[in-house]
């Protein structure tokens, strides 16, 4: 039984890796536009045939859209995985075709600055919505280096940019799975006044807070805040959405300092910034109700 799902796994992993090779190829032929018209057959093929896709779909966009119909709930999850698909495709695009580019823009990118100035280092919590990983892309403009924590898969099908390209990233790497999570380079980084981006949605192991996302209750990790505490530094919370078919658009949707005086004030403090973070991941979903990529039952953390 072991041996038949690791070789369902293994047939599994090379059918994925198959996919994203025809559509590097698509996107190396026919530009930026054969990649996405590709996409079109395939996404409506996968959420036709996939029973699975609506099972893990159906967690979110009935808390997003409540009083939707059965058919209604058919088209969005189309409309979800289409969305994440596009995203995909201009992660290939900026990663296999030189000078490739998106048009975009950071609202407050001032803001993010006056921050970094402050020389206390900087911690841009992210989240699975939206094109973040080609957003990353643009942060070479910052003043100082930018870390991304990551966990960092170099043998996944669906390659990051950086990892399609001949040149380095406009980033350092730490990997969230090194020793002790990859937390004290982390905190050195901020100590020389750096950047470091971390993915805020997703709760592996550690320290967490419990809070309501969509009238349900979440678990949502404590790590950034945590770190940005124990060196002074602030936080702003940066999301990035797909605006158009080659536009995306960055902005920081909140900043705040995780301080707390006694230690029997620090669970507070956490629990306030976990409540901040997903009230600008609400706020932010309002907009963009179909860019939201965690695929699977979120709300059983």
Request: charged letters at 20%; glycine letters at 8%; a neutral charge.
């Amino acid at each position: 039984m072991a041996d038949a799902t690791i070789g369902r796994k293994t047939f599994m992993a090379r059918l994925e890796a198959l996919g994203h090779f025809f559509f590097y190829v698509a996107l190396k032929l026919f530009g930026h536009a054969g990649g996405r018209v590709l996409l079109v057959p395939v996404v409506f093929v996968y959420v036709l045939c996939s029973r699975k896709i609506h099972r893990t779909t159906k967690h979110y966009l009935k808390r997003r859209f409540p009083d939707e119909s059965g058919w209604t709930y058919w088209w969005l999850t189309y409309r979800n995985v289409l969305s994440f698909g596009q995203v995909l495709v201009d992660r290939g695009w900026l990663g296999l075709i030189q000078n490739a580019t998106l048009d975009g823009e950071c609202v407050e990118f001032d803001t993010l600055t006056e921050l970094i100035n402050e020389g206390k280092g900087l911690v841009l919590l992210t989240g699975h919505v939206g094109n973040w990983q080609s957003a990353l892309a643009q942060l070479g403009g910052l003043p100082v280096t930018v870390h991304a924590l990551m966990q960092y898969d170099q043998q996944a099908a669906a390659k990051h940019f950086f990892d399609l390209q001949s040149t380095a990233p406009p980033f350092e790497i730490i990997d969230a799975d090194s020793e002790f999570g990859g937390m004290i380079e982390a905190a050195a980084a901020l100590g020389r006044g750096e950047v470091v981006t971390i993915m805020g949605d997703r709760f592996v192991k550690g320290s967490s807070s419990i809070v309501d996302f969509l009238g349900d209750s979440v678990r949502i990790p404590n790590g950034a805040y945590q770190l940005a505490s124990s060196v002074g530094a602030p936080v702003a919370i940066l999301l990035a959405a797909k605006t158009g078919r080659k536009s995306y658009q960055l902005k920081i949707w909140d900043t705040f300092y995780p301080e707390y005086e006694k230690r029997d004030e620090r669970d507070k403090m956490l629990l306030d910034c976990s409540t901040r973070y997903i009230k600008a991941i609400e706020e932010y979903l309002k907009l963009y109700p179909c860019q939201w990529y965690n695929f699977y039952y979120f709300w059983q953390q």
